[in-house]
C-alpha cells in the first residue's frame, strides 16, 4: 500500500483539487487514447492541463477527453510509467504510448543499515512502515505503533501502565533464556545509525518490575520518518551478531533538500484513554448465597474468623472495584512544533515535543515527556563532501505509585468489601479484617530517565565511485529512581513493628561506536557492481545502583538519604561491553533484472573467553525480476511485475551477562571479605541463527495489486543457558553451550491493492498475515537438565504440560485429574497432556480512503491463539469470582460439569493446583481488535493562501476502539494476566504547516 501511494500521490492530489477551475475561452475538445509499449490500453491514467487543476483520466479503454486551448501542454502520468508533457497546439487527436519506468517501483526507498536499496531491487525481506501511519497514535513507545501492521513482527503491550516496555519477537522465539533480565530474544535497536542497548531498564516500582521500561520511550512519535524491520539473513547478517533476532531500523525526519526558505509546522492533539473493558463477577446477593451454600455444603459453621463477609461486613453493600480501582478517565495531551530549511547545500530540521499522559488509577499520577531532536545534512559544493547530523534528546518522568496488588485485588475482593476510607479520610482498615487495596497509592514512586542519543556521519568521494565513510555515534542514558514507603501503607495495628523506608535505583548506560567505511559503485553497460567494506569498533559501559533507606523519623524526610538510620546497598556493578568487528557486502545486478548480495562479517565480543571470542557470519541473497523477459510482456500484460528472491546465511547471538567465563565475586555484608558468586566457563561460544528465505513478489494490472509470499526456516543451535549444578557445588548453575536446536519456520503473506483511483475518491487496502511454527527441533538428554519439565522435543516453546483433567468427582463434587501412573500423588509424571500456547497466526487489515479532502484510515488487527484462562477465587470462598464458574447445587450431580461451592483446602487444591494445571484451563483466546481509525479533513488551498498557510488539517484519533472475542478475561492479547490492560483512547487535534 505505501508504494502505491508514493505513486498514485501527484495525481490523486491533483483529482482532488481538480474542481472548479476556471472557464476557458477559445476551447476545444481533444480526443486520444493511452497505451503501454506492447499496445495494451491502460486505464486510470491521469491526464492534466500544465499550470491548472483542470484534468481527466482514461477509461477501461485507455481513452480520454478533453477542453483545452493550443497554448495548453497535457501532462500524462500513471504509477509505473514514465510522465510525459505533450503541447496541445491544433492537434486534437493524442495516440500516446508510456514507457514503463524501471526506477518506479523502487521509487519507496528501503533502509537496510549499512546501505539503501529499494522495494523493487532488494534481495532480503525488509518490512517498513512511514510516518503517516504511526505518528498520530497516543502511545508512549513507537513500537507499540507496529502492532498489525507487519507480517512476522510480534508486539504485545503487557500492561497499559505508561512507560512499561512492550514484548517484541521478530519471526518467534530463537533462544531457549526468555525471561525478563535474562532474554536472548531482543532485536536490535538501531536509531539513525547508531546502536542502541534493547533491554528494558529495570525497575523496583512493582507496576513495572515484571517488564521494565523501554529505552525507545524518550523518542518523538511525530518525529519518526520510517521504521524498517530487518528480518532474514541477507537483511541481518551484515550486523553479524547482532541481527540474530531482527533488526529494528528507526529513521528520524530531516530537513528536505532543495527546500527553499523556512518551514514551520506544529501539532496539538488532546484526548483520554480508559479501561475498555471490565470483567464480569458476581454481585453481593450471589456472592453471599454462593459463601452461605459452601458452608452448608462442607457442613462447617460460619464464624467471624472464617467468614467476616458474612457476619461483620455490610450484607447490602456492593462495589465494582474493578472500576473503583481502574476506572478513571486519563487525560492525554500532546504538543510538537518544529522548524525547517534548506538551501542548495545544507538542510535542517529542529524540534521538540511535550506528551502528558494522566492514569486510570485514584489519585493524581502522570507520564511526561519531552522531547527534542536536531538534524543537519550539508554537502561541497562539488558534492563530494557529506555530512549528516542528528541528536534526539528525551526526558520522561513518571510519576506512579508502587503496588503489585492493586489491579489483580479487584477480581477477587469480596463486592461487599468495607469502604476503603473512613469518615475523616483516613484508609479503612476495618478492624484489621481485610488488608486496604489503597494503601498502595501511598507507596509513591518517581522515574525520571534522560536519553540522548547522537550520530555523525562523514562521507568524502575519493575519486568516482569511491566514497570513504565513517559513523560515529553516542549515547548516554540515566535513570533515576526513588519509591517511598512510609509505614502508613501498613496496617495501623503494625505500626510498631515496620518503619518508614525508601527505595533508590540508578542505572546509566554510555555507549560510543565508531564505524569507518569503503564504499565503491561502478556500472559497466548492462553491469552494476557496489561494494562495501569497513568495520565496528564500540564499547559499552552500564552502571547500576540500588540503595534503601530505613528509619526514617517522619513521612517528611523519606528519600532523603542523609536522614536515614540506616542506609543498605543491595546493589552496585559497573560492567564494561567491548565489541569489534570487520564486514564487507559486494551487491550486483545485470540489467536491473538479476540481482546478487553477499554479506559478511567477522565480530569479536568481550562476553566470550579468549580462545571463543571472535566468531564469523555471513549471507548470500539473490533475486530475479522475471517479467523483464519477453515471454511474460508477449503472454501476461496483466503481470506487471514479478520477482523471485531467496536469501541463506548465519547470524549470531551474544546476549548474554557479561563477565560470565570468569570466576565472580561479591563483597560480604561485613567490611573486608568475598564470596564466589560464579564459577568460570572460558569454553562457551556463541548462540548462531541459520536463517533460509525464499519469496514471490507479484504485481498485478499495472501494480495495482501487488503480492508478496515469504516463507522461511531459522534454526538456532548452541543454545547460550545456564547449565543447572549439583547443589553440593554452591552453585545452582554455569554458563554454557547446551546441544538444543531451535526451529521457526512459517510463511508470511502481504498483499496491498490500489481499489479506487478516481478525481474525488481513491482507496487503498493493505493486507498481513503470518502462519509460523515454532519447535524445540532437538535437545540431546534433555531428561538430564533443567528443562525436562519445561520443554519438549517436537513441540513448540511456549508450551504448557498438564495433566489431564478428568471432569468434577461426582462423589465430592470437585475437579479431578488423572493420576497416570497410579502411586496416588501428582507430579511431573502424571503430565501427559501438551498444549500449544501462543499464536497460530497473526497478521493485520488496513484501509484508506479519501474523498476529496476528507481521509479515513482504519487497522484491524487479528490474532488466533491459545490461552490460559482467567482464573478467579475457587468458588465458596472468601473472594469474588467469575459467573460462569458457580455452580450452587447442594448435592454432586453426575452431569454437572463445574466444581460445588466449598470453602475446604481440599476444594482449594482440586482448583487451583490441579484443574488450573491441566488442559482445564486452555482455551481460546483469539481476537479481532479495531487498532486504530482515525479521520482527518485538510482545508482546500483556496483558504490556506490568505492565511500563510501550507497545509491545515483537523483530525479525530481512537484507539482500541473495540475487540471481538470469546474469551472471558481482561485481554485476550495478554490470556490470564491480572494486569491493567491496553487503553482505549479517543483523542482530536490539528496539524498546520507554513
Known amino acids: 500500500m505505501k508504494l502505491f501511494f508514493r505513486r498514485c500521490l501527484p495525481s490523486v492530489l491533483f483529482l482532488l483539487c481538480g474542481i472548479g477551475a476556471p472557464a476557458i475561452y477559445g476551447q476545444a475538445l481533444i480526443h486520444g487514447n493511452v497505451k503501454n509499449t506492447d499496445g495494451m490500453p491502460i486505464p486510470g491514467v491521469n491526464v492534466q492541463l500544465v499550470g491548472t487543476t483542470l484534468g481527466t483520466t482514461t477509461d477501461f479503454d ?364 483516613t484508609l479503612n482498615w476495618e478492624n484489621s479484617t481485610w488488608s486496604n487495596p489503597l494503601a498502595g497509592l501511598k507507596a509513591k514512586g518517581i522515574t525520571k530517565v534522560n536519553n540522548l542519543i547522537g550520530n555523525l556521519g562523514l562521507e568524502y568521494q575519493l575519486v568516482p565511485g569511491l566514497s570513504l565513510k565513517t559513523n560515529l555515534g553516542y549515547t548516554h542514558l540515566t535513570s533515576e529512581e526513588t519509591i517511598k514507603q512510609p509505614r502508613e501503607i501498613y496496617d495501623p495495628a503494625t505500626w510498631d513493628r515496620v518503619s518508614n523506608r525508601s527505595q533508590h535505583g540508578k542505572v546509566t548506560r554510555d555507549s560510543w561506536i565508531v564505524e569507518p567505511q569503503l564504499a565503491y559503485h561502478k556500472k559497466l553497460g548492462a553491469h552494476q557492481l557496489n561494494a562495501l567494506v569497513g568495520g565496528t569498533f564500540q564499547e559499552n559501559t552500564n552502571t547500576n545502583l540500588r540503595l534503601t533507606g530505613t528509619g526514617y523519623s517522619n513521612s517528611h524526610l523519606i528519600g532523603n538519604l542523609g536522614a536515614a538510620d540506616e542506609v543498605t546497598v543491595s546493589n552496585h556493578t559497573n560492567i564494561n561491553y567491548k565489541y569489534n568487528a570487520v564486514f564487507a557486502r559486494l551487491g550486483y545486478n545485470w540489467k536491473h533484472t538479476y540481482f546478487l548480495n553477499l554479506t559478511g562479517r567477522r565480530d569479536g565480543s568481550s562476553r566470550f573467553g579468549p580462545d571463543k571470542r571472535f566468531a564469523n557470519f555471513g549471507a548470500v541473497g539473490a533475486a530475479w525480476i522475471f517479467t523483464k523477459a519477453s515471454f511474460f510482456q508477449e503472454h501476461a500484460p496483466w503481470l506487471s511485475f514479478g520477482k523471485l528472491r531467496a536469501s541463506y546465511g548465519t547470524t549470531g547471538n551474544d546476549q548474554i551477562g557479561d563477565y560470565r567465563y570468569l570466576d565472580a565475586y561479591l563483597a560480604t555484608p561485613g567490611p573486608g571479605g568475598l564470596y564466589p558468586t560464579q564459577l568460570s566457563n572460558p569454553d562457551f561460544s556463541w548462540e548462531v541463527n541459520k536463517k533460509w528465505e525464499a519469496g514471490l513478489q507479484l504485481g498485478f494490472f499495472n501494480d495495482r495489486i501487488n503480492l508478496n509470499l515469504s516463507g522461511y526456516r531459522n534454526r538456532s543451535s548452541n543454545q547460550l543457558v545456564g547449565y543447572p549444578l549439583p547443589a553440593m557445588t554452591g552453585f545452582t548453575s554455569i554458563e554454557a553451550n547446551l546441544p538444543a536446536t531451535v526451529e521457526n519456520k512459517g510463511w508470511e503473506i502481504e498483499l496491498s491493492t490500489f481499489n479506487f483511483s478516481g478525481p474525488k475518491f481513491s482507496w487503498q487496502t493493505s493486507f498481513n498475515l503470518s502462519l509460523p511454527e515454532n519447535k524445540l527441533l532437538e535437545f540431546p538428554n534433555i531428561e538430564e537438565t533443567s528443562y525436562q519439565n519445561t520443554y519438549r522435543v517436537g513441540q513448540p516453546l511456549h508450551l504448557a504440560i498438564l495433566y489431564r483433567f478428568e471432569g468434577v468427582d461426582p462423589e465430592t463434587g470437585l475437579y479431578t485429574v488423572a493420576d497416570v501412573n497410579g502411586d496416588g500423588s501428582y507430579n511431573y509424571d502424571d503430565r501427559i497432556v501438551t498444549k500449544k500456547l501462543g499464536r497460530q497466526y497473526f497478521g493485520g487489515l488496513q484501509n484508506q480512503l479519501s474523498y476529496k479532502g476528507f481521509s479515513l484510515r482504519f487497522l484491524f488487527e487479528f490474532v488466533k491463539q491459545k490461552g490460559a484462562k482467567f482464573s478467579a477465587v475457587p468458588p465458596g470462598r472468601i473472594g469474588n469470582t467469575l459467573p460462569g464458574q458457580v455452580y450452587l447445587g447442594q448435592e454432586p450431580a453426575q452431569s454437572n460439569s463445574l466444581q460445588r461451592a466449598s470453602q475446604s483446602i481440599y476444594a482449594l487444591l482440586a482448583y487451583n493446583n490441579y484443574a488450573y494445571n491441566s488442559d482445564f484451563k486452555i482455551t481460546d483466546a483469539s481476537f479481532v481488535r479495531l487498532k486504530t481509525l482515525n479521520i482527518d479533513y485538510s482545508l482546500p488551498k483556496k483558504f490556506l493562501d490568505p492565511l500563510g498557510l501550507s497545509s491545515f488539517t483537523i483530525f479525530l484519533h481512537a484507539q482500541n476502539l473495540f475487540t471481538l472475542t470469546d474469551y472471558i478475561g481482561m485481554d485476550p492479547q495478554n490470556p490470564a494476566s491480572k494486569e491493567l490492560p491496553a487503553l482505549q483512547s479517543f483523542t482530536g487535534g490539528v496539524q498546520l504547516n507554513f
Do not use: C
Not at 186 to 203: E, F, W
Not at 224 to 232: F, P
Open 62 to 425: 485507455g481513452d480520454f477527453q478533453l477542453v483545452a486551448q493550443a497554448q495548453d501542454s497535457l501532462e500524462v502520468s500513471y504509477m509505473g510509467y514514465v510522465s510525459q508533457q505533450l503541447p496541445v497546439g491544433t492537434q486534437t487527436e493524442f495516440e500516446i504510448i508510456l514507457q514503463e519506468d524501471e526506477q518506479s517501483l523502487g521509487e519507496l526507498v528501503i533502509n537496510a543499515g549499512y546501505y539503501t536499496t529499494t522495494e523493487r531491487e532488494r534481495t532480503g525481506n525488509i518490512a517498513k512502515v512511514t510516518a503517516e501511519e504511526i505518528e498520530l497514535q497516543p502511545v508512549t513507545n513507537p513500537l507499540e505503533a507496529l502492532q498489525g501492521r507487519m507480517a512476522g513482527v510480534e508486539v504485545v503491550q503487557e500492561t497499559g501502565i505508561p512507560g512499561a516496555a512492550p514484548r517484541i519477537q521478530i519471526r518467534g522465539q530463537n533462544s531457549l533464556r526468555n525471561s525478563f533480565g535474562n532474554n536472548g530474544n531482543l532485536p536490535l535497536y538501531i536509531v539513525d545509525g547508531m546502536p542502541l542497548n534493547s533491554t528494558p531498564l529495570d525497575s523496583q516500582n512493582l507496576l513495572l518490575a515484571s517488564t521494565g521500561t523501554d529505552p525507545l520511550n524518550t523518542l518523538n512519535l511525530s518525529n519518526i520518518k520510517s521504521i524498517e524491520v530487518l528480518k532474514d539473513a541477507d537483511a541481518t547478517a551484515i550486523y553479524g551478531s547482532r541481527g540474530a533476532n531482527g533488526v529494528i531500523l528507526i529513521t528520524t525526519k530531516d530537513g528536505e533538500a532543495g527546500q527553499h526558505g523556512i518551514q514551520v509546522g506544529a501539532k496539538l492533539y488532546t484526548g483520554q484513554s480508559k479501561v475498555g473493558h471490565f470483567v464480569d463477577l458476581l454481585h453481593t446477593p450471589a456472592y453471599l448465597q454462593l459463601r452461605r451454600q459452601a458452608f452448608e455444603n462442607d457442613g462447617v459453621e460460619a464464624t467471624e474468623v472464617n467468614a467476616y463477609d458474612l457476619l461483620l461486613w455490610d450484607q447490602d453493600r456492593y462495589t465494582n472495584w474493578q472500576k473503583e480501582f481502574f476506572g478513571k478517565t486519563a487525560s492525554f495531551t500532546h504538543m510538537d512544533m518544529n522548524v525547517s530549511g534548506a538551501n542548495e547545500s545544507t538542510s535542517y530540521r529542529v524540534g521538540g515535543a511535550y506528551q502528558q499522559q494522566g492514569t486510570v488509577f485514584p489519585g493524581d499520577f502522570s507520564y511526561e515527556k519531552k522531547t527534542f531532536n536536531l538534524s543537519l545534512r550539508h554537502h561541497s559544493q562539488d558534492r563530494k563532501f557529506q555530512l549528516q547530523l542528528s541528536a534526539n534528546y528525551g526526558i520522561d518522568k513518571n510519576d506512579l505509585f508502587s503496588s503489585s496488588t492493586l489491579v489483580s485485588s479487584a477480581f477477587s475482593l469480596p463486592p461487599n468489601a468495607p469502604e476503603l476510607y473512613t469518615e475523616d479520610g
